[in-house]
């Protein structure tokens, strides 16, 4: 962040150059040209090039005016600044700026400031006057705002100046003696807003201060609105704020409306901790910790209100308190640390060491499960941690291990004074230095992992290094390039060997195999056996047998006959002797040719044209839905939950967008408002089983190429593990980050239940499909919530799955899990007629 950028309209350092290029273009329109090509005797010649003339001279005229008026027309800059003063003892009474002490102190602030800036002769010219605002402990640090007006070429400099020349002592000039003293340019687009509300508030021991956004959670915040907290707490203590919701506009940059969070009562950009804008959920909360008894918050709102804002709670918490204090000596074969107030926003301004002293003849190994410390430069001047002499900051992949030569190790944890993030979280083991992985496989990042991991398709090291040099069993399908991928992922159109050696010889089964939908080879015996051989059921389709004897796991026509064929609905073959299996209207049909989402990337407008984004009313994206017929959309049970503020359980408090590209737009998406919600009565809020729910729509859609359902899979359809699906939402394109503005998508495969049930620690139920990219990388996330997990069939795209759950998003082995829509057919038939 740069902190003198004052982000004002106009650069004065060009305008020269274009003032040139406005004279010599000048002539080349001149009337003198306009005289050769006289007519003689033409009046209206003539008076032609008269009008011409006096038009040239004119914008000439007002050329010059402008470029005289514009070098010399002053602008309003204010800074803001705080300064320490040292030969002062703080006064209680300092808290209330209608006290005499306050004012008498602020006179004299006030009086040698306007000295300090007097004597500059840079400055002098320029300088209006100064106001301060507030003090606090320290020995008294005062906050102020000093007013220049400064000739528009010179604003630059000014701010270097500013910047620059008082970060040094200037020395006593007056009564009060102060050392540092830290000033920036106000943003401008916080004085710029027509309406400014100040609030000032305190904390007590046990007493929180509520800090909510005008209107919450009643109202969309007001538009053009500045309002400032200025928080206190008592002396010794810090302030801790956490914000229960937050859901403001989501722009670049938080160019719209943001909450800059200061470490100081003055919105120093040097002492900004944070710039927040969009939604965060309450699994990934918002929380800050000040370095000392002194917060500012800042809501800044642009013309465009309507969003809900934010609630927060301010607390204060003692200097050196558990929840703030850190480093110190850790002993015993293994342990963990974290960073401060981790996994919230550690505070600025703190140095931490821990010494990790393990038994003799052993080494130190750290592993940062997470570490995600603020943006950062080379050589992490700012925030950094210091293992072994080496700095790490930024963020860093998960499981990052740092390992030492003897049995101690130092870890040194350092924030500056601006911009936090989460922090980082660390254990610690004894290793032996000839066996550092025991029973377990050493990655080339010195990582260990299970045994089973290695050779087994997956990069479970994140640097492919459990992948090489394998050895692969039968089950393997054997790359070309050393590595083992599973087979069912052979001759499956995806190149997953890297060296495209798993899609090579696909349609080679031996005379006498059979080749599987998936590409495995079986017996010719066992096709048509009555067992599901090739995992696919595709040795057990179009066995001869129209129809056959019912099984649960049959397809059955409207007429009552069963089919042996997997998946046969919609498939452009007629099965049923009633044709009740091609009975599908339009659903399905991606109107374009194909190809947040993690890890996903744009998609096509209409490409997906059952996708849907519901919004709460009035307000913004907050989940997805599929349409499945003109008056029926399908989503997640959890998006539609009760809860007190926004009643989301409620179909008035909804309005639903069909036939969306982007959020910005969404005049070109069709709006509807819900008559009625069904969420599936089992729905569990603790498990996420029975994670469905169905929305009607007050009036009924009409299809187009934008707008179309997707197909519902009947009760027996099966989507096999390996089956490639598609994600799509507008949901947070990383962990912890903000939705989308264009629709995302990205392709992941089903992934066996079994695998998945383990990986979720036993969480998986029969309701759900797990489906993802196991290396991590590629994931639904926060906000894709109730949207589609889109398979497809043979040429129509089918419903496998809702979105509904996930361990962070995108993470190695941490699949995403979608409510089995297939398990919830005959619900759905039942509530819609669909
Ligand atoms: N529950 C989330 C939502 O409300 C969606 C989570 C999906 N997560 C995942 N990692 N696949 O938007």
Not at 379 to 389: E, I, S
Not at 578 to 587: M, N
Not at 783 to 808: E, I, K, Q, Y
């Amino acid at each position: 962040m740069d902190p003198m950028n004052s982000g004002m309209r106009y650069t004065p350092k060009s305008s020269d150059k274009d003032w040139d290029q406005a004279v010599t273009f000048l002539p080349a329109s001149d009337g003198s040209k306009l005289e050769k090509k006289k007519g003689p005797g033409k009046l209206g010649t003539i008076i032609g090039v008269v009008i011409a003339a006096c038009a040239l001279s004119l914008i000439i005229g007002l050329l010059v005016w402008h470029f005289h008026f514009r070098q010399g027309h002053k602008i309003k800059k204010l800074y803001t600044g705080s300064m320490h003063i040292t030969n002062q003892e703080y006064l209680p009474a300092y808290e209330d700026n209608n006290s005499t002490e306050f004012q008498a102190l602020a006179k004299e602030v006030e009086a040698q400031l306007k000295d300090m800036y007097s004597k500059s002769p840079q400055l002098s010219k320029y300088y209006v006057d100064s106001t301060v605002n507030a003090f606090s402990q320290g020995s008294v640090m005062a906050y102020y705002e000093s007013e220049f007006h400064v000739p528009l070429s010179l604003e630059s400099s000014i701010n270097d100046l500013m910047s620059k020349s008082q970060r040094s002592s200037p020395g006593p000039s007056g009564a009060l003696i102060f050392d540092t003293m830290e000033t920036s340019a106000v943003d401008s687009r916080i004085f710029t807003k027509s309406s400014v509300q100040r609030f000032t508030a305190r904390t007590r021991p046990n007493q929180a201060v509520l800090v909510k956004s005008p209107g919450f959670p009643d109202y969309p915040y007001p538009p053009n609105t500045l309002v400032q907290w200025q928080l206190r707490a008592d002396p010794n203590n810090v302030i801790k704020l956490d914000f229960s919701t937050f859901y403001l506009e989501n722009a670049q940059d938080c160019k719209n409306d943001f909450v800059k969070v200061y470490d100081s009562l003055a919105a120093l950009e040097s002492r900004m901790m944070a710039e927040k804008c969009g939604y965060y959920s309450p699994n990934d909360p918002l929380s800050f910790i000040s370095s000392s008894n002194v917060m500012l918050v800042t809501l800044a709102t642009n013309e465009k209100g309507e969003y809900p804002g934010f609630r927060a709670q301010a607390t204060q918490v003692m200097k050196g308190s558990r929840e703030v204090a850190c480093g110190g000596l850790l002993t015993g074969t293994s342990g963990s640390f974290t960073s401060p107030n981790y996994p919230k926003y550690y505070p600025p301004l703190t140095n931490c060491e821990w010494t990790i002293e393990v038994p003799v003849n052993m080494n130190v190994k750290v592993i940062f499960s997470k570490f995600m410390l603020s943006k950062n430069e080379p050589n992490c001047p700012k925030d950094y941690v210091q293992v072994n002499g080496e700095r790490l900051c930024g963020t860093l992949q998960a499981n990052t291990v740092r390992t030492s030569n003897t049995n101690k190790m130092t870890v040194v944890f350092s924030s500056d004074s601006s911009l936090v993030d989460r922090g980082f979280d660390a254990t610690y083991v004894a290793f032996e230095p000839t066996n550092p992985c025991p029973d377990k496989f050493q990655c080339s990042s010195k990582r260990c992992i299970s045994l089973e991991l290695r050779c087994d398709g997956w990069n479970d090291c994140g640097d492919n290094s459990d992948e090489r040099n394998c050895k692969c069993d039968t089950s393997m399908i054997s790359c070309k390039n050393g590595l083992c991928k599973p087979m069912f992922w052979k001759c499956d159109g995806v190149d997953d060997c890297g060296d495209r050696t798993d899609e090579m010889d696909c349609a080679s089964c031996k005379p006498d195999e059979f080749v599987c939908g998936n590409g495995k080879c079986i017996s010719m015996k066992q096709k048509c056996d009555g067992h599901n051989d090739c995992s696919d059921n595709s040795d057990e389709a179009d066995c001869g047998r129209a129809s056959i004897q019912c099984t649960v796991n049959n397809y059955v026509c409207k007429n009552g006959q069963c089919l042996s064929k997997v998946n046969p609905e919609c498939d452009g073959v007629k099965d049923c002797t009633d044709g009740s299996d091609e009975d599908c209207g339009d659903c399905g049909k991606q109107p374009y040719k194909t190809s947040r989402i993690v890890g996903g990337q744009e998609a096509t407008e209409g490409e997906w044209p059952w996708q849907v984004s519901l919004h709460i009313k009035n307000s913004i994206h907050v989940c997805g839905a599929s349409i499945i017929s003109d008056r029926w959309l399908v989503t997640a049970a959890h998006c539609v939950q009760e809860d007190p503020k926004f009643k989301l359980n409620q179909a008035s408090s909804w309005e639903v967008y069909l036939g969306l590209h982007n959020q910005k737009q969404l005049e070109k998406a069709e709006k509807r408002l819900l008559k009625q919600i069904i969420a599936h009565p089992n729905y569990n809020e603790y498990t996420y089983d029975n994670d469905i729910a169905l929305m009607e729509l007050d009036q009924p859609v009409a299809f187009k190429e934008s707008i179309r359902p997707i197909c519902l899979p009947s009760a027996t359809y099966s989507f096999p593990a390996g089956k490639e699906v598609w994600i799509t939402g507008w949901g947070a394109t990383r962990e912890g980050g903000v939705g989308a503005q264009v629709l995302q998508k990205a392709a992941v495969r089903i992934i066996n239940s079994t695998v998945c049930d383990t990986l979720m620690n036993g969480q998986l139920t029969s309701r759900m499909t797990c489906a993802g990219v196991l290396a991590g990388g590629v994931d639904a996330c926060q906000g894709d919530s109730g949207g589609p997990l889109s398979s497809v069939g043979t040429g129509r795209m089918f419903l496998a799955g809702v979105v509904s759950w996930g361990d962070g998003c995108a993470r190695r082995n941490k699949p995403g899990i979608y409510t089995n829509v297939p398990k919830f057919r005959a619900w759905i038939k039942e509530k819609t007629g669909v």
